[in-house]
């Protein structure tokens, strides 16, 4: 399973891939929004885990730019 991890808190990135990776899961991370939005045009994600409050974008409208493909 392919999880991508977006938060501007790179600590809370790092523990979050830190704990699913130990559980087995492939992890990507990305730090802002138009990182996200990116990675998912380029990737295929079985499970985003995304905060609300980015800096650049809101979460929000970062799931409404990915669902329009």
Known sequence: MKI???DDE???VKGITF???NEGYEVTAAY???????LA???????????LGLPDMDG???IK?????
Do not use: H, Y
């Open 4 to 6: 991508l991890v977006v």
């Open 10 to 12: 790179k600590l809370l």
């Open 19 to 21: 704990n699913l990776e």
């Open 32 to 38: 802002d929004g138009e990182a996200a939005v990116e």
């Open 41 to 51: 045009k380029k990737e295929s994600f079985d499970l985003i885990i995304l905060d």
């Open 60 to 62: 929000i409208e970062v």
């Open 65 to 69: 730019k990915i669902r329009t493909w």
